[in-house]
């Protein structure tokens, strides 16, 4: 929640005052005002240490603080013009446009009338409005509509989310027990400045490694490379796939019913949701060292790392290697054989 600007109102003060003698805590009351629990904290410090917080004693405080400093909040949302610039925000005025005729009307004065305000000042007090349906009301007159201003996050995405998508939030509940086989996780491995990558796909129960070509990151590339090395994979042991929101994934659907899994996808900078998938891309940067790139390796060079992986001891298999683990669920499954090559798994189905 944003810290907002504005300064509290006796109506605020009042609820304070009161929710504190019904006992409820700081971020209650916060939740309620629409302001940060820190908002609260600071006013109920400042005014309420001797006797308990009184609104009446707190209002009076703040106002005579105010008279001290000099200081105008011009723009408080319950003041005169604040509501005159609301009002032509919803005639579908642009701040800039308030600004400016406010200015020439002030300039055809003799006299300084107070009607100058600037553009970055409207623009200020829109956005550090309480959470609420006034400033979701405001805020829709503006041209671009946002609900946050300022420049976008490094690193987050320019374009808009994957379509239907299902949230791992729906994923079944034996996935996260881990005492089912066939649930993947996957991902893609970068090399130098983006320019390559691989596919990661690792079984959840055994942590078997894939490693998966590919030609180029795009979404049919990806698609077609994941159903291809998951298709190599038995029937009963490709049951869910869990990804993260990469545009990669934008064919989830066609993968789906080329595989026949199911595809769920984390929530965003959520690492944890995919565990597996995030360790086991550690341990492959041993071999796939970040800044390289990765532009020359082939499939046949990737199933080698696989397969060294893969014959690993595994602290979390009670040192078996994932090749072992992965092999007796193969064993088990009737109508179907695998062969050993070089220390990796082949699938016969």
């Given at each position: 929640m944003?810290?907002?600007?504005?300064r509290?109102?006796?109506?605020?003060?009042?609820?304070?005052?009161?929710?504190?003698?019904?006992?409820?805590?700081?971020?209650?009351?916060?939740?309620?005002?629409g302001r940060s629990?820190?908002?609260v904290?600071?006013?109920i410090k400042?005014?309420?240490k001797?006797?308990?917080?009184?609104a009446?004693?707190?209002e009076?405080?703040?106002?005579?603080g105010?008279?001290r400093?000099g200081?105008?909040?011009?723009?408080a949302p319950?003041?005169?013009?604040f509501?005159?610039?609301a009002?032509?925000?919803?005639?579908?005025?642009?701040?800039?446009?308030?600004?400016g005729?406010?200015k020439?009307?002030?300039?055809?004065?003799?006299q300084?009338?107070?009607?100058?305000v600037?553009?970055?000042?409207i623009?200020?007090?829109?956005y550090a409005?309480?959470?609420?349906?006034?400033?979701r009301?405001?805020?829709?007159?503006?041209?671009q509509?946002?609900?946050?201003?300022g420049?976008?996050p490094?690193?987050?995405?320019?374009?808009?989310?994957?379509v239907?998508?299902?949230?791992?939030r729906?994923?079944?509940e034996?996935?996260?027990?881990?005492?089912?086989?066939?649930?993947?996780?996957?991902?893609?491995?970068l090399?130098?400045?983006?320019?390559s990558?691989?596919?990661?796909?690792?079984?959840?129960?055994?942590?078997?490694v894939v490693?998966?070509?590919m030609?180029?990151?795009?979404?049919?590339?990806?698609?077609?490379?994941?159903?291809?090395?998951?298709?190599?994979?038995?029937?009963?042991?490709?049951?869910?796939l869990?990804?993260?929101?990469g545009?990669?994934?934008?064919g989830?659907?066609?993968?789906?019913?080329?595989?026949?899994?199911r595809?769920f996808?984390?929530?965003?900078?959520?690492?944890?949701?995919?565990?597996?998938?995030?360790?086991t891309n550690?341990?492959?940067?041993q071999?796939?060292?970040?800044?390289s790139?990765l532009?020359?390796l082939?499939?046949?060079?990737?199933?080698?790392?696989?397969?060294?992986?893969?014959?690993r001891p595994?602290?979390?298999?009670?040192?078996a290697?994932?090749?072992?683990?992965?092999?007796?669920?193969l064993a088990?499954?009737?109508?179907?054989?695998?062969?050993?090559?070089?220390g990796?798994?082949?699938?016969?189905?």
């Amino acid at each position: 929640m944003a810290v907002q600007r504005f300064r509290l109102t006796v109506v605020d003060r009042t609820i304070i005052e009161l929710r504190r003698r019904d006992g409820c805590s700081i971020r209650m009351i916060a939740r309620e005002l629409g302001r940060s629990p820190g908002t609260v904290c600071d006013e109920i410090k400042r005014h309420g240490k001797v006797a308990g917080y009184r609104a009446a004693k707190a209002e009076a405080d703040a106002a005579a603080g105010r008279g001290r400093s000099g200081r105008k909040l011009r723009l408080a949302p319950d003041g005169p013009l604040f509501a005159g610039i609301a009002r032509l925000l919803r005639l579908g005025w642009s701040p800039e446009q308030i600004s400016g005729r406010r200015k020439r009307m002030e300039n055809g004065m003799e006299q300084p009338s107070g009607l100058r305000v600037s553009h970055e000042a409207i623009y200020t007090a829109l956005y550090a409005l309480p959470r609420g349906e006034l400033r979701r009301e405001l805020l829709s007159f503006l041209r671009q509509a946002k609900p946050m201003r300022g420049r976008r996050p490094k690193g987050s995405g320019r374009r808009g989310k994957l379509v239907g998508m299902t949230n791992i939030r729906e994923r079944p509940e034996e996935v996260g027990g881990r005492l089912v086989p066939g649930h993947w996780e996957g991902d893609l491995i970068l090399g130098a400045g983006g320019a390559s990558a691989v596919g990661t796909l690792v079984e959840r129960t055994t942590r078997l490694v894939v490693l998966v070509h590919m030609a180029a990151r795009k979404a049919d590339v990806a698609a077609s490379a994941f159903a291809g090395a998951l298709n190599a994979i038995p029937a009963p042991l490709r049951k869910t796939l869990t990804y993260d929101q990469g545009k990669e994934m934008a064919g989830h659907e066609g993968l789906a019913a080329q595989t026949g899994m199911r595809i769920f996808f984390a929530d965003p900078h959520s690492p944890w949701q995919r565990g597996s998938n995030e360790n086991t891309n550690g341990l492959l940067r041993q071999y796939l060292p970040k800044g390289s790139s990765l532009a020359s390796l082939d499939q046949d060079d990737l199933d080698i790392v696989a397969a060294s992986l893969n014959d690993r001891p595994r602290k979390t298999l009670d040192y078996a290697t994932p090749n072992e683990a992965f092999n007796s669920l193969l064993a088990t499954l009737a109508g179907g054989s695998e062969t050993q090559n070089g220390g990796g798994v082949r699938y016969e189905c």
